[in-house]
């Protein structure tokens, strides 16, 4: 059974540019999970979906996040203008089921760094 | 607000010697901690875990002892080997909402 894919798996960016993640969760999970972990910290919950509804988007740092998943399967996460504060691994997890305790599964995150 | 604290922040031991790690909790609404272990370059993945039901769980060297009346719990490790040196993170579920809240780590370093 394939893994969380994600990708791009490094970016480096100038401040003010943009970039998207993408996540392909594992085959059959309905919930997935966007989270940010800066250098030496925990992962920190952006936002989550089940299917393709969001269901918390109230962490999302400011109106530069935005994330998405159109089809219930694959998910998008986008930063516009990037900033120093945002330099960080993004980590997407999926799990199946709801209001359980399923097993989150992580990929391997991307790395951003915004010089 | 910070609901999953963990400590210590860092902390290292010989190899064969038993390893413990803490963390605690505010919202009553969590009943569901699993732990999770990060090397570096790879995401979390799950290492145990255990319901608010229970208080203890055992599984091979790694054990959760659980106090839902002081809403603390931890992780020991036994017969501790360099192989486990990773950062491991107490996780909290809100099965209400489905929220999974993670704390800020424990970088255990296994001494040979």
């Known amino acids: 059974e394939a893994g969380v894919t994600q990708s791009p798996r490094y970016a480096v960016l100038q401040e003010g540019q943009a970039v998207s993640f993408w996540c392909d969760p594992i085959?059959?999970?309905?919930?997935l999970y966007w989270y940010q972990q800066p250098r030496d910290q925990g992962p920190q919950l952006l936002v989550y979906?089940?299917?393709?509804?969001?269901?918390?988007n109230s962490q999302l740092p400011s109106d530069r996040f935005s994330a998405v998943r159109p089809k219930g399967t694959n998910s998008t996460l986008k930063i516009q203008s990037a900033k120093q504060g945002d330099t960080a691994t993004y980590l997407c997890?999926?799990?199946?089921?709801?209001?359980?305790?399923?097993?989150?599964?992580f990929g391997e995150g991307s790395k951003l760094t915004v010089l | 607000q910070q609901q999953v604290r963990q400590s210590p922040q860092s902390l290292t031991v010989w190899e064969g010697e038993t390893a413990i790690l803490n963390c605690s909790y505010e919202d009553s609404t969590f009943n569901y901690f699993p732990w999770y272990q990060q090397f570096p370059g790879e995401g979390p993945a799950l290492l145990i875990s255990?319901?608010?039901?229970?208080d203890k769980k055992e599984d091979g060297r790694f054990t959760i002892f659980f106090n839902k009346r002081e809403k603390k719990l931890s992780l020991h490790i036994t017969d501790s080997q360099p192989g486990d040196s990773a950062t491991y993170f107490c996780?909290?579920?809100?099965?209400?909402?489905?929220?999974?809240?993670f704390g800020k780590g424990t970088h255990l370093h296994v001494l040979p």
């Open positions: 997890a999926s799990s199946l089921g709801w209001g359980g305790t399923g097993q989150l599964y």
């Open positions: 255990i319901r608010s039901v229970s």
């Open positions: 085959s059959g999970h309905d919930t």
């Open positions: 996780a909290a579920h809100d099965t209400n909402a489905y929220k999974v809240i």
């Open positions: 979906f089940r299917d393709e509804a969001v269901i918390d």
